[in-house]
Nanobody, 125 residues
Framework: VQLQASGGGLVQPGGSLRLSCAASGRIYSISGMGWYRQAPGKQRELVASISNSGSTTYVDSVSGRFTISRDNAKNTVNLQMNNLKPEDTAVYYC????????????????????WGQGTLVTVSS
């Protein structure tokens, strides 16, 4: 299984970016999906999450500015980030909470946490 994240980059304060993450492989179930971020010298924090029924949660600092969405049929999760601030600068990681997939030998595997590679978001003038 691979989680491929894209959409990071450099943006000025007040600007917007859209992060996307696609899960591929022999997946049979995904529970929650979300985005974490880690700024230099800080701990990784949950930014936003969405359940397979569409329930969402946000860290207070991004509420009203970021919107998370997912497409269950395509196993994708997106994060629309508006009105970006310098403090949003971080490496953003796609995350799956509850992943089920089959190995090449048709063995079902269930994992609690699965991470994608990070994508850097830099907010600076």
């Amino acid at each position: 299984v691979q989680l491929q994240a894209s959409g990071g980059g450099l943006v000025q304060p007040g600007g917007s970016l859209r992060l996307s993450c696609a899960a591929s492989g022999r997946i049979y179930s995904i529970s929650g999906m979300g985005w974490y971020r880690q700024a230099p010298g800080k701990q990784r924090e949950l930014v936003a999450s969405i359940s397979n029924s569409g329930s969402t949660t946000y860290v207070d600092s991004v509420s009203g500015r970021f919107t998370i969405s997912r497409d269950n049929a395509k196993n994708t999760v997106n994060l629309q980030m508006n009105n970006l601030k310098p403090e949003d600068t971080a490496v953003y990681y796609c995350h799956i909470d509850g992943l089920g997939y089959y190995t090449d030998y048709d063995v079902p595997i269930a994992m609690k946490d699965y991470w994608g590679q990070g994508t850097l978001v830099t907010v600076s003038s």
